[in-house]
């Protein structure tokens, strides 16, 4: 019972995190991020770090979380259900580059930018019903590049530094 609560609570942590991170990335001035549709992904360094320190479901379920109340918080159904179909297809691909074992969390980070991106387009050509979107993954894939090489920085440094509990 002592290591459940315990676990629930670091959860609730890191999904406050989280979302204070989602927070701040919308205080972000337009000027930094002038491309439409471009976010930095300022959660996702939580989501690295569960991933490698907690497990699949510990950072599906934060994930899954902070998407809906992002959504309820500061968004629309359309921008959750592009963010909801970014995030599973992310955390799909990096999950089983993560057991392949061959990239670094940098590179783990890189794929799950430039999936999570992958995902907002397919869902978008998929509820607009027009496939000269994708044209727009070219933009997001160099941006979620840069965006996947800062938090996959973060998220290691973090590992590193934040002791494993048991």
């Known amino acids: 019972m002592k290591n459940a609560a315990k676990k629930t609570a670091f959860l609730g942590l890191c999904?406050?995190?989280?979302?204070?991170?989602?927070?701040?990335?919308?205080?972000?001035?337009?000027?930094?991020?002038?491309?439409?549709?471009?976010?930095?992904?300022?959660p996702n360094i939580v989501i690295i770090f569960l991933l490698y320190r907690q497990g699949i479901k510990e950072a599906a379920l934060v994930s899954v979380v902070r998407v809906v109340a992002v959504a309820l918080l500061f968004g629309n159904v359309m921008g959750f259900a592009y963010s909801i179909a970014g995030a599973v297809l992310s955390l799909l691909g990096m999950l089983l580059l993560k057991k392949?074992?061959?990239?670094?969390?940098?590179?783990?980070?890189?794929?799950?930018?430039?999936?999570?991106?992958?995902?907002?387009?397919?869902m978008a050509m998929i509820l607009l019903g027009t496939a000269e979107l994708g044209y727009y993954l070219i933009v997001l894939a160099v941006t979620g590049t840069i965006s996947g090489v800062l938090i996959g920085i973060c998220g290691a440094l973090m590992i590193k530094r934040i002791p494993e509990w048991k």
């Open 100 to 122: 392949l074992d061959f990239m670094s969390v940098v590179g783990v980070s890189v794929a799950g930018g430039v999936l999570h991106n992958v995902g907002q387009i397919a």
């Open 15 to 42: 999904t406050a995190l989280a979302l204070v991170l989602a927070y701040v990335e919308v205080l972000i001035p337009p000027i930094i991020t002038a491309i439409p549709g471009i976010k930095i992904g300022l």
